[in-house]
């Protein structure tokens, strides 16, 4: 590590203003913040300071992407050897499934972090660190059959529209990664809500089998079709979007979320308070027991993407409320949109992306609310006393 410290200080003045690459300055220093903390310091003023900066910060919510990610992979090779028929052992069914996320996983960061580095290198300003965790992200909400060239163009549009425009990092206010899959849904819906896809594309002289399906539950759902069952479902053994489908690999993500502070538990307690509710009203009002309203509540809580929006989209604190009473009102409202728009719209069977858009778009207005009304409480409480 020592050695490595001492190349980048050798290098240093060549990227510096000044110097004869100086004008790469900006790329540099996201390539040296990346590998060591920074050194600079505040020299006045009141700070809050604390031992984790935004890098770090990133990096552990990727480490908590790892289980879905790496349960996406073998997920991804699970249902190819389902829908061909081919015994595949542990190890192939997860590389193939390997091989099949990973080129997603370069084409998002390529893109992404290219536009970012650019866009840095265009304003003279530092490169930002968001990307980090919205580049993981957007491929595993993305079905693994979705070709390269519309993710890449689904992560262009997410990071100069849905973030650029803005100001880059902290200053958008829907979440990229949603804004990817959003563009993607309404630009090429054949590929996104189809009721044949979600599964990893056929090798040369392999079939599909008879009688297999690559129908999500909710799409079967909203057909009338039978849907699998709440282990299948809470373990992921489904078709889905790559990192959406297990339950339990994404509740490890959120316990280490919660552990270390980096995501708020009251908002995903609330969202799951909001959709449980809604589900147990709209169960109450179901004409029949075939009737989509007859759902048991407590399976929208595995089905689609609810579980991975719930721990890590609607808990981004540039896009969420910030106030604590608003975290629980904003989550509640992202659960309860999320199964209403599920149940009632039938040309969109998942809810939770739009759900959150939505509440991104009032959370500064919760969150006024809130601080107003506290605002009013105290000045009565003033008046009281004098």
Not at 155 to 173: D, L, P, R, W
């Amino acid at each position: 590590m020592k050695a490595l410290r001492n190349l980048v200080d050798n290098i240093k003045p060549t990227f510096s203003k000044g110097g004869k690459l100086g004008f790469l300055h900006s790329t540099f220093d996201a390539f040296e913040t990346f590998l060591f903390v920074p050194d600079t310091v505040t020299a006045k003023g009141t700070h809050i300071r604390d031992s984790i900066d935004l890098k770090r910060t990133m990096t552990m919510v990727i480490m908590a992407l790892m289980p879905a990610l790496l349960f996406g992979m073998y997920n991804v090779g699970y249902q190819h050897s389902l829908s061909t028929g081919a015994e595949m052992n542990f190890m192939s069914t997860f590389f193939y499934g390997f091989w099949k996320v990973l080129p997603m996983v370069i084409v998002s960061y390529g893109v992404g972090l290219g536009i970012e580095f650019a866009a840095a290198q265009i304003r003279g300003h530092e490169v930002n660190e968001g990307y980090l965790v919205t580049g993981m992200l957007i491929p595993l909400i993305m079905p693994v059959d979705l070709p390269l060239w519309m993710l890449a163009l689904s992560v262009a549009f997410s990071v100069i529209i849905g973030k650029e425009v803005f100001g880059g990092t902290g200053m958008n206010i829907w979440n990229p990664a949603l804004i990817a899959r959003a563009f993607a849904f309404f630009a090429y819906p054949s590929y996104m809500s189809g009721d044949k896809v979600w599964v990893a594309g056929l090798g040369k002289g392999e079939a599909i089998v008879d009688g297999f399906s690559g129908a999500t539950p909710l799409a079967n759902a909203q057909a009338g079709l039978e849907i699998p069952s709440f282990q299948d479902m809470f373990l992921g053994i489904i078709p889905g979007s790559v990192g959406e489908t297990s339950v339990l690999a994404i509740l490890i993500g959120a316990a280490l979320l919660i552990y270390t502070g980096i995501a708020s538990w009251k908002i995903m307690a609330s969202t799951v308070a909001g959709a449980l509710l809604t589900g147990l009203l709209l169960n109450a009002l179901a004409p029949s027991a075939d009737s989509y309203l007859a759902i048991p509540a407590w399976y929208h809580l595995v089905m689609g993407g609810f579980a991975f929006g719930a721990v890590f989209m609607a808990t981004d604190p540039v896009t969420g409320a910030q106030t604590e009473r608003g975290k629980w009102i904003y989550g509640f409202l992202i659960g309860l949109l999320a199964v209403t728009i599920r149940v009632f719209n039938p040309g969109y069977p998942e809810g939770m992306m739009l759900a959150i858009l939505l509440m991104n778009t009032f959370a500064p207005l919760i969150d006024h609310m809130v601080v107003q009304k506290n605002i009013k409480r105290r000045l009565k409480r003033a008046a009281v006393k004098n």
